[in-house]
């Protein structure tokens, strides 16, 4: 199967500012893939040249076989978009929004009536049909701005952060949409900030730090990276233990960060585990709390960006982007 997006050197700058740093990248026919990084990593600025809002000005980015920077009209008719901030007109009801959007990208008349109403009900607000979007819910608007995405039965359907700010029960139905409209066949390329959404929704994650990929697998590849187990030890004396730990040669990534040190083992965790306390014990360290886990994203996300995401990122609006609008 071909890949249906194809990114080999892509760089994007603002002025002097370097918002996309030569990545390369691919997406296959038919899955879904994230790319999973901060606030200000180059994300919106990527699906933003992907889908021709920017100009292409540096690398070779293709989107369903088209060249951006050569057919964009091709491009545009192949790929649907769902912004980071909403863009609904407000005053327009559920139908209507989707009538003018089907109208804009002249879809025939009675093929546009019935896709309305088909994908009204596939997002569920076939009975929100003539509500005024502004009076829906930020759940419902973000749905409606999905089935908007799809009027024009894209190949690649485009999504910059599309649970951003929503609460948890409404962010896991947006997920069942996403897969819902994959599984029919549509290639999701979305962008997020959030571990678990990445996780839980792609069949690949690219993860993106100060415009660069840093590392690209799926889920359970990008977590098996880091080795087997996580052991977490808090002891009397964790630099010593630190050490002790890194005589053990199955035992890598050594960290004695805030409370505790924490360590990657190659081996099964709970064959481990044994000799770990049995030398701290000899080398008369006492042991005040133990713990062994599978890697998580967030530990992935660690390893490669060498720090946690929420330090710096919220779900508010970045103080930049408000500037910027
Ligand atoms: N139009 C713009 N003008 C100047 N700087 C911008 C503009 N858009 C984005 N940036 C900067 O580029 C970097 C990447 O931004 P962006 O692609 O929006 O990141 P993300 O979507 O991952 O949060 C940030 O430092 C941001 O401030
Ligand atoms: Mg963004």
Redesign the pocket.
């Known amino acids: 199967m071909p890949d249906i997006i194809e990114v080999g050197g892509f760089s994007h700058r ?2 002097s ?1 370097t ?1 996309v740093d030569t990545i390369t990248f691919s997406v296959r026919d038919g899955e879904i893939f994230s790319l999973l ?1 901060p ?8 699906i933003n040249v992907l889908t021709t809002l920017l100009p292409l000005q540096k690398g070779a980015v293709r989107v369903a076989g088209y060249d951006v920077s050569r057919d964009q009209p091709a491009v545009r008719r192949s790929i649907g978009i769902v912004f ?1 901030n909403e863009v609904l007109d407000r005053d327009l009801t559920v139908w209507e929004s989707l009538e003018f959007h089907g109208r804009l990208y002249s879809i025939p008349r009675n093929e546009r009536a019935a896709r309305i109403e088909e994908l009204m009900a596939v997002v569920e607000l076939t009975e929100k049909s003539d509500i005024r979007t502004k009076y829906l819910s930020g759940g419902m608007r973000r749905r409606l701005e999905i089935a908007r995405g799809l009027m024009t039965r894209p190949r690649v359907l485009f999504l910059d952060e599309p649970t951003i700010g929503l609460d948890p029960q409404t962010r896991r139905r947006i997920w069942d949409y996403i897969r819902r409209v994959n599984e029919e066949g549509t290639t999701i390329f979305l ?1 997020t900030h959030y571990m678990d959404e990445a996780d839980h929704l792609s069949d690949r994650i690219g993860i ?1 730090d100060h ?1 660069r990929i840093v590392v690209e697998g799926t889920p359970e590849e990008l977590k098996k990276s880091l080795g087997n187990d996580i052991v977490w030890l808090d002891t009397d004396d964790n630099d010593q233990t630190a050490a002790l730990l890194g005589t053990i040669g199955s035992v890598h990534s050594i960290r004695a960060a805030g409370e505790g040190v924490t360590a990657v083992t190659n081996e099964d965790g709970t064959r481990c585990l044994p000799n770990v306390i049995d030398l701290i014990s000899r080398n008369g360290i006492s042991l005040a709390g133990i713990n062994l886990k599978k890697p998580t994203m967030d530990d992935v996300f660690i390893h490669y960006t060498g720090r946690a995401i929420r330090e710096e990122s919220t779900d508010k609006v ?1 103080p ?2 408000r500037r ?1 609008r």
């Open positions: 603002f002025g500012l918002a990084g606030n200000g990593a180059g994300k919106s600025t990527t980071q962008t993106i415009g970045h930049h982007q910027r």
